[in-house]
């Protein structure tokens, strides 16, 4: 007798980051502003208070008036999580039972389709228009004829930075009677958010992050923003301390800097643009050779010829000690400082010169 992984786990591997000696990382969509000296100095000091033998607070009370405070929305409507990855495991779990229809789309994160599959969904995979746009009509069309009880995206879109409106996402959200989860973890870098709407719907759920636009991905925060009832099951199937006192007194603090977060906000948007502009400026002279895609967020989306010319970029740019994510002959290029862009486009461009020809 012997004890065997079940089928389902037993070929997992553990997720391995991009790992190297790197000088240039603009591969996990993280900011690339850490946080200023003086609120290093407010978190030591707020950090010394913590009952360190005591449980945290489950609720994050304190925690949630900060973010209330920052989105100017109902602290009652907030759940915290261990990074927003935590969030998404929690809801499809618990949202939805075994067998259950789920809707994801493609191309899109990947943890809603690996999570679907860890808790044995029906994962309905709706394709993306060819210009990799979200096909909404497609998507109710499909909730509707399959009892779906989940539609679950990004929005603006992790990897194809691409946003879809306001007025689209409202829409697909009347039209079903799926739970729809709106992953917004991009949203702070665009303008079409949902997050003021929430309690208007009995079928929404919006995740943000202090990941991304926050610069605290080392610290993990995750929220969730829905109705009363669902806050409630959220809250209530969650693990009760979720959240460790550390993580909740740092989130405490940054979601109050307000004028830092915003002003960081607007100079990565700055950068974004700076990078996207410099890749379309290259692209206009070989017009066959890729195709940059609009982006909404803090990154940009590119698609190559195929997969052996992505895989070639990818490999020259960490020779020169850059990194970025290869995704078949997809390219994601998060956008760092202005320098860093730089650095990345001059030797982007130099690239293809090389395989291109000048
Ligand atoms: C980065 C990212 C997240 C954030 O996950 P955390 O666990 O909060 O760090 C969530 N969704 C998408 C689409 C992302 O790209």
Redesign the pocket.
Known sequence: MSYQLNSKIRTLIPYEPICGDFEIRLD??ESYINFPRYITDKIQEQIKSIDFNRYPDPYCKNLCKSVAQFYNIDENLITI????????GVIINSFLQKGDNIITLSH??S?YGFYAFLSEMNNIVVDKNEDLTIDVDRMIKTACGNDVKMIIF?NP???TSIGLDKQSVRKLINSVESLVVL?E??MDFWNESLLSETADYDNLII?R????AFGA?AV???IAVANNVITQALKAVKAPYNVNSVTQKIGEIIYKEKNFITGNIKEIIKNKEFLANGLLKIQKNRPDVFTVYKSDTNFVFMKMENTNKSKEIFEYLKENKIVIRCMGSFLRVTAGSKDQCKKFLALFENKLSSMYGE
């Open positions: 996990a969509n999580g261990d990074g927003s990855d935590e969030l998404i899109d994160f943890m990004s879109c992790n990897p992953d973890a991009y995740l992050t202090a990941s991304k991905a993990r925060l995750g």
